[in-house]
């Protein structure tokens, strides 16, 4: 079983960029497609972003897309998420998982799961 520990979460202000890492220890990671989920408190958990195994999908919510961006480095066992323009709705903790299933979109895709970083946008 894989386990993932996120990290890069922070205070930011309005407009301004951060960039999230995940990374992977266990079964061998490149073998898993990843996601990205966000959770703002008293809200449900929701899709952010995603990437298949080697890379060359990826899968974005639309209210991230463009502002966003996902990406993997199979050799260090981690996947990024860049964060830029960020905007204080985009305040959550942010959760990365593995995928199993077929939907990239349906949270019961997704077997394991870190603990979560803090992302708070000020305005």
């Known amino acids: 079983q894989v386990q993932l520990v996120e990290s890069g979460g922070g205070l930011v202000q309005a407009g301004g960029s951060l960039r999230l890492s995940c990374a992977a220890s266990?079964?061998?990671?490149?073998?898993?497609?990843m996601g990205w989920f966000r959770q703002a408190p008293g809200m449900e958990r929701e899709f952010v972003a995603a990437?298949?195994?080697?890379?060359?999908?990826?899968y974005y919510a639309d209210s991230v897309k463009g502002r966003f961006t996902i990406s993997r480095d199979n050799a260090k066992s981690t996947v990024y998420l860049q964060m830029n323009s960020l905007k204080p709705e985009d305040t959550a903790a942010y959760y990365c998982?593995?995928?199993?299933?077929?939907?990239?979109?349906?949270?019961?895709?997704?077997?394991?799961w870190g603990q979560g970083t803090q992302v708070t946008v000020s305005s």
């Open positions: 990437i298949s195994w080697s890379g060359s999908n990826t």
């Open positions: 266990g079964r061998t990671f490149s073998f898993y497609a």
């Open positions: 998982a593995t995928k199993g299933g077929f939907s990239y979109y349906e949270i019961r895709s997704y077997g394991n």
